[in-house]
């Protein structure tokens, strides 16, 4: 089980000319399940949509399964859950007809769904533990319900690899439990996982290695670090502002 | 009810039944990617090709095909390019299609006359081989978007997630964008361009008032529209109307009753079922 299954070598990726990846490699091979921290800005999610594709490279290069990223047309191996669900619209949408999404990319445009499409959206739906609410529209549900309604499309399309954007930003503590019981099973099943997050949480036993993005490049690939001080204390709410600490400002002394 | 035994009344309820069934059916995808407007600017666009297709002798309808595609695909890749320029680009074109349209049609030999049928829709004149067009290209749009909708759906609901899926998504965008042009160019004959976008988009606006899902969505719109455009054109036979504004008028009033019952029904409902005490969420932090 040592087959690649991401790489990126120096790959470099620019927003209008400002670099927020400088010279990044990161490989990631079957079994894995790879988290990506970093502080907000520091491009670790700049970093996931370039391997899928969704930011051009300015040099450097991606391989998805031994395959150019240019030339990779297998997008049914792969599961993508973005942060959150797309902006939406005011017309209506259930719950099975987002999670049905996910497999497009195993059936093609053209050919409608069959009895197996069935019943990968409603495995993916109790792999959640949204079964129940199949029916519902997604704007009827809580974040972390559509967080979890996200995963299940990502489920429902089978894949081998599945890339998280900071899936738990925001979610309540019993949607991220029904969330790494989804991932946990996956891992289980031979998956490989790579997601960008801010803080693991109850996330944190799935993950095998751990790779911290500071400022556009690579500080360190190993070990799941250990949080530090303050943050280690078991109910400890990480909540502070990101960034730079505000300068001393008029009304400080 | 006799007026309908005359051929060009059963031509006219045709061409609005299609048109009735295939606006609403393309209009869901685009009220779902928040363009619910563009059909409105396409038609803008369509006009340059009227005045076009007057001035050079040819087929108003068949140059405004070809024009209104060639600006719908321009909106479409400024709107790709998400630049914030994107708005003012799409102000120049649909002024300036609107301008050019009057201009054009000004400098051929038709009468304002003409320019209104455009403007304001003209069922009573549609000619059998108009009928002809419209029924073609009504079923042609109606039938590729029930069938392609698992992937228009995913397209206009989360483009970046349809990417990763590899799904064809600049090739359905522009689908999109050529299906727009064609529904705006058959309904500027039945609605006329300034109308065009009601037919598209009241429908879905009142189907969602009641519906949970996509798909009942896009059955009861629809719907919807055929009911609009079929006693639309009756009204406007029975009480001497313009049959356009008749059926956008008969689609805004079905809104209008829509979400008064919808507002009733949820009142009632609200008084059977005494609210249940609401479900605190679980605590996530402890305060100290």
């Known amino acids: 089980m040592t087959s690649p299954v991401i790489t990126v070598a120096h790959g470099v990726v620019g927003y209008d000319g400002r670099p927020v990846l400088r010279d990044v490699s990161l490989a990631v091979t079957a079994g894995e399940a790879v988290a990506v921290l970093g502080a907000n800005g520091s491009g670790k999610s700049t970093l996931i949509r370039a391997v ?117 930003a925001g979610v309540d503590a019993a949607s991220q439990e029904a969330f790494a019981g989804a991932l946990r099973d996956f891992v289980v099943g031979g998956g490989t996982v790579l997601l960008v997050a801010h803080e693991l949480g109850p996330l944190r036993p799935l993950i095998s290695r751990a790779v911290v993005v500071h400022e556009g490049g690579i500080c360190h690939d190993g070990a799941v670090p250990e949080p530090a001080g303050h943050h280690a204390e078991p109910d400890h709410d990480h909540v502070h502002p990101h960034g730079p600490d505000e300068p001393a400002g008029l009304w400080s002394s | ?59 108003p309808v068949l ?11 321009t909106i479409e890749l400024v709107r790709a390019r998400g630049r914030t320029s994107g708005d003012l680009a799409l102000a120049l074109l649909f002024y300036g299609g609107i301008a050019g349209g009057v201009t054009l049609v000004g400098l051929s030999d038709s009468t304002s006359a003409n320019l209104n049928a455009y403007l304001f829709g003209s069922l009573t004149t549609i000619s059998p081989r108009d009928l002809g067009t419209i029924a073609v290209l009504g079923v042609a ?16 609901h989360d483009e970046e997630y349809a990417r990763v899926s590899g799904l064809p998504v600049r090739a359905l965008n522009m689908l999109l964008a050529v299906a727009t042009a ?38 009861a719109a629809m719907a919807l529209g055929l009911f609009a455009a079929g006693s639309g054109v009756w009204v406007a036979a029975n009480a001497d109307t313009a049959p356009g504004a008749s059926v956008v008028l008969m689609a805004i009033a079905s809104f209008g009753v829509v979400a008064v019952l919808g507002a009733v029904w949820r009142a009632v409902r609200r008084r059977r079922t005494p609210a249940a005490a609401p479900v605190p969420e679980p605590h996530e932090v402890v305060l100290h």
């Open chain 1, 52 to 168: 899928l594709g969704l930011v051009p490279l300015s040099s450097g290069s991606v391989t998805l399964f031994e395959r150019p990223l240019r030339r990779f047309r297998q997008w049914h191996r792969i599961g993508y859950v973005p942060q959150r669900l797309g902006a939406g619209s005011g017309v209506p949408a259930t719950v099975r007809e987002v999670v049905a999404s996910g497999r497009l990319a195993r059936r093609g445009v053209l050919r409608p769904p069959g009895a197996a499409d069935r019943a990968a959206v409603a495995a993916a739906l109790e792999a959640v533990g949204l079964a129940d609410r199949a029916r519902d529209p997604v704007a009827t549900l809580s974040g972390g319900q559509q967080q979890r309604t996200l995963i299940a499309r990502a489920l429902a399309g089978q894949p081998e690899l599945l890339v998280l954007d900071e899936p738990t």
């Open chain 2, 1 to 59: 009810m006799e007026l309908f035994q005359y051929p060009y009344m059963q031509r006219a309820l045709i061409g609005a039944l299609i048109i009735g069934l295939a606006a609403p059916a393309l209009g869901i995808y685009l009220v779902q990617r928040r363009l619910a407007l563009i059909g409105d600017g396409v038609g803008h666009v369509a006009l340059t090709g009227v005045g076009a297709g007057l001035l050079l002798n040819r087929s």
């Open chain 2, 63 to 73: 140059v405004a095909v070809v024009v209104a595609t060639a600006g719908a695909i």
């Open chain 2, 141 to 156: 749009i109606g039938v590729t978007m029930l069938a392609l909708r698992p992937a228009l759906f995913a397209v206009c």
């Open chain 2, 182 to 219: 064609v529904t705006v160019t058959i309904a500027m004959r039945a609605v006329g361009v300034l109308l065009i976008s009601a037919l598209m988009v009241v429908p879905v606006a009142t189907a969602q008032q009641v519906t949970r899902g996509f798909r009942s969505t896009m059955t």
